[in-house]
């Protein structure tokens, strides 16, 4: 869908997003094809009582993203 937003309703500063999606997406995939060794860091992640030092960082990254959408394809 944003690459369609991207060519057909182009908007200036919409090729950030539809870059910032697919980059996304790439790192997720990658991260599905090697599941077991995701899986396994994760748990070490999520175990360690200081688990807020990734979730704080990752929640600003979230909310900047959809900030940078709503900007970019609200306006």
Known sequence: MAWYATIAH???W???V???LTLLCCFSL???LRWRQ???AMAKIVANP???LVDCPLIVLGL???ALGLLVYAA
């Open 10 to 12: 182009y908007r200036p």
């Open 14 to 16: 919409g090729w950030v």
């Open 18 to 20: 539809t870059g910032c």
């Open 30 to 32: 990658g991260q599905l």
């Open 38 to 40: 995701h899986r396994e």
């Open 50 to 52: 200081r688990v807020w």
């Open 64 to 66: 900047g993203f959809a």
